[in-house]
């Protein structure tokens, strides 16, 4: 009888979280969040502590959007419950023809299956050194 890994795969979980967002299913998108997680948006300088919180942030991106779009670029699971996404943002604004289109760089804490911590990087190289360093540290 084999035994089945009770680990759950980092890499399809994120792909899983960024079909939610990606259907605009917040309530998917947030159980994702542990109760006490913490976002750190250093692209813009938000930080959140909670579910709550996230929530309340998540509503408020999503809704200056008509259109958006989230895509991952790389993902790679860095061990120790840390992951490294290269993700791109497309959207366009509400009441806008123009879009967006932004690349950051995520480092995301998952323990049990839910994120507890969350930190994006407008710089791909200073997220994928954080990461590294956090994988490292978590002993």
Do not use: C
């Not at 899983?16 to 299913?25: L, P």
């Not at 502590?49 to 999503?62: H, T, V």
């Not at 259109?67 to 670029?73: H, I, M, S, T």
């Not at 806008?96 to 932004?102: D, F, K, T, V």
Request: proline share 2%; glycine share 10%; hydrophobic share 40%.
């Amino acid at each position: 009888m084999s035994e089945e890994s009770t680990t759950p795969d980092l890499v399809e979980l994120v792909r899983r979280w960024f079909e939610a967002g990606n259907r605009r299913d917040l309530d998917a998108v947030t159980s994702s969040f542990a109760p006490d997680a913490i976002l750190d948006g250093r692209v813009v300088g938000d930080h959140f502590e909670g579910r709550a919180a996230i929530r309340s942030f998540l509503e408020e991106w999503f809704g200056t959007y008509e259109e958006l779009e989230f895509g991952l670029e790389e993902v790679r699971d860095l061990g120790k419950g840390v992951v490294f996404a290269v993700v791109i943002q497309n959207g366009r604004p509400v009441s806008s023809a123009g879009h967006l289109r932004q690349r950051e760089g995520w480092a995301l804490v998952w323990v049990r299956g839910l994120i507890e911590r969350f930190t994006s990087y407008g710089d791909i190289d200073e997220a994928r050194a954080a990461a590294e360093r956090l994988a490292e540290s978590r002993g």
